[in-house]
């Protein structure tokens, strides 16, 4: 193997089975599927392209079955950017996702496999995220796999920044994802923590608790001197909610900002993308084009840089395709601009 890029994801590499129905449908009720068909996805993969489509140096550490969804996404991989040198492959079937998409673009996903759910990393594994510059981790990791990455962050001589996507309601993750008590303990430490309104309010217990607890632990995070990052405002935590727009808390203090309007058709992938804008603008070492950064970007420039990344990838069809390079991402915001 050779040494770990400058950011390393921690997420599952799936084949998405992506039905494009006539409505979401309710308790008892159906839908009519005029079209299905495959696409790439799964969080890590989703998170790890969309930096790689950015231009950033990326890898992914995952694990996928050795079946046909397994060497399909193996094989996808290969074909962008991104080091796959850590994606194991096992004998349990590939992590693979059943998505319902309607015509606003809005969806349901239901989620099969094993493949991983029973990843663990190796001691190779720890050592290169231990020396990544920007480690990202899903709340849909093992908890086994998300202590483990914690650990190896938390070690390290020189920490990387790490970021942190809840991803899920706790519900949905118990048995297959990280646990309240590992999600406390990232909450405390990530240097950007992530969630969605179905996540925040699983486990913050509503909006208002959320910003409210998210607010108290940077600051006692601050008050003890454990940072990685210079700069006002660190830690950071994003709470999105999708075209509502999306509210952070930087530093103990809330600003609210409003998501850019395009028409939507598919969201399937916009908050690993909007995520992935938000590490390349908050978290890694450079500008994204190879020169040293002098000073990450402030708080709205970092929110209007991700949520472009994310509009634009909501216009396309699946979680990956649409995915814009950082020439795309900046014309689009300066078209809005003028």
């Known amino acids: 193997m050779t040494g770990p890029p400058p950011i390393l994801a921690v997420g599952a590499a799936a084949i998405d089975e992506w039905y494009a129905v006539s ?31 950015l231009g950033r140096d990326a890898g992914l550490v995952s694990r996928v079955g050795d079946d046909e969804y397994g060497e399909r996404a193996r094989e996808y991989l290969a074909d962008t950017g991104v080091d796959a040198s850590r994606v194991a492959v096992g004998g349990d079937p590939s992590t693979r996702s059943v998505i319902l998409s309607d015509p606003a673009g809005e969806r349901a996903i239901v989620t099969a496999g094993e493949s991983f759910r029973r990843l663990r990393l190796s001691e190779a594994d720890r050592e290169a995220l231990a020396a990544a510059e920007t480690v990202f981790l899903t709340g849909y ?23 942190f996507d809840l991803s899920g309601s706790v519900e949905e993750l118990v048995g297959r994802g990280t646990e309240p008590e590992t999600i406390h303990r990232l909450l405390h430490a990530a240097d950007l923590f992530v969630a969605d309104d179905v996540a925040a309010a699983a486990y913050f217990d509503g909006p208002d608790a959320a910003v409210d607890r998210v607010a108290a632990a940077q600051l006692a995070r601050e008050g003890s001197g454990r940072t990685t990052l210079a700069g006002d405002g660190w830690p950071r935590a994003v709470l999105t909610h999708g075209a509502d727009g999306m509210t952070v808390v930087a ?26 804008g938000l590490i390349d603008r908050w978290l890694a070492g450079s500008d994204g084009r190879g020169n040293p950064r002098r000073d990450r970007a402030g708080v709205a420039d970092g929110v209007r840089f991700a949520a472009a990344v994310a509009a634009i990838n909501c216009t396309s069809r699946f979680a990956q395709p649409g995915l814009p390079t950082r020439d795309e991402a900046e014309a689009f915001l300066a078209e809005r601009e003028s």
């Open 251 to 276: 530093g103990g203090e809330v600003t609210e900002f409003d998501a850019f309007e395009v028409d939507v058709v598919d969201a399937t992938g916009a908050g690993d993308s909007f995520t992935a």
């Open 141 to 163: 990791a093992p908890d086994a796999v998300s202590r483990a990455v914690l650990d190896a962050v938390e070690s390290a001589a020189d920490p990387p920044a790490l970021a």
């Open 23 to 53: 409505n979401l449908p309710e308790p008892d009720g159906g839908a009519f599927a005029s079209e299905v068909t495959t696409a790439f996805g799964g969080v890590g993969a989703n998170v790890s392209v969309a930096l790689d489509r």
